[in-house]
């Protein structure tokens, strides 16, 4: 998965509670992305970095929010899960030079 | 709403036939892009096209863009089991570096032995 983690993999919280889910890359690129993927959806541009400290908004970022300190690191937070954050997220990566998008292996997150 | 829709939505084929997916979008793009997806995995990058491109291959892949329809057409052919998996269109509008890309829903393919 060309050297992008996400963490957790896996995780079950409850309505009303704010989830952080973290993406890390060893790659040093410096677009990272995150997307959201459901059923009869496909993947849908949550936010996005185009460097350290620079972020923009996807098409679904409402209740979302991003932080990227470090050119390895892009943090998602959902402020206050709700059931409709229920997905499967993928965070992904691509450099200057590169239209080419990679991506890590999803975090599940189910909120009850 | 969606900027690329894919056709069919699934399909099934037999191990050494030939499997085309079809894509199709709204707006005009710079490039557009073919990803796969096995069970429970990320997206892998497999092929993309420019938008002053017309065809293009790679291995048992070949990709065709017809920008005054809009549309393109990704084929495998002599298909194996392990090439079963989703198969993803996204369209790259970004003319500057880096990517903005818009995915459609997929194409569920099987490839039965």
């Known amino acids: 998965d060309a050297g992008i983690t996400q963490s957790p993999r896996h995780k079950v919280t409850e309505t009303g509670t704010p989830v952080t889910l973290r993406c890390h890359q060893t790659?040093?690129?410096?677009?990272m992305y995150w997307y959201r993927q459901d059923p009869g959806h496909g993947l849908r541009l949550i936010h996005y970095s185009y460097g350290v400290k620079d972020t923009d908004k996807g098409e679904v970022s409402d209740g979302y929010s991003v932080s990227r300190s470090k050119t390895e690191d892009f943090l998602l937070t959902l402020e206050s899960a709700t059931s409709s954050q229920t997905s499967v997220y993928f965070c992904?990566?691509?450099?200057?030079?590169?239209?080419?998008?990679?991506f890590g292996p999803g975090t599940r997150l189910t909120v009850t | 709403s969606q900027q690329g829709e894919e056709d069919p939505q699934a399909l099934s084929i037999q191990e050494g036939e030939n499997a085309t997916m079809n894509c199709s979008y709204k707006?005009?793009?710079?490039?557009l892009q073919w990803y796969r997806q096995n069970s429970g995995r990320g997206l892998v990058h497999l092929i993309l096209?420019?938008?002053?491109?017309r065809e293009k291959h790679s291995g048992r892949l070949r990709v065709t863009l017809d920008t005054s329809k809009k549309s393109s057409s990704l084929l495998i052919t002599a298909s194996r089991a392990a090439d079963t998996a989703s198969y993803f269109c996204?369209?790259?509008?970004?003319?500057?570096?880096?990517?903005?890309?818009?995915f459609g829903e997929g194409t569920q393919l099987t490839v039965n032995p």
């Open positions: 707006t005009s793009i710079n490039n």
């Open positions: 790659e040093n690129h410096r677009y």
């Open positions: 992904a990566i691509s450099d200057w030079f590169s239209y080419e998008q990679y």
């Open positions: 996204a369209t790259d509008t970004q003319e500057t570096s880096g990517s903005r890309l818009t």
């Open positions: 096209i420019r938008s002053n491109e």
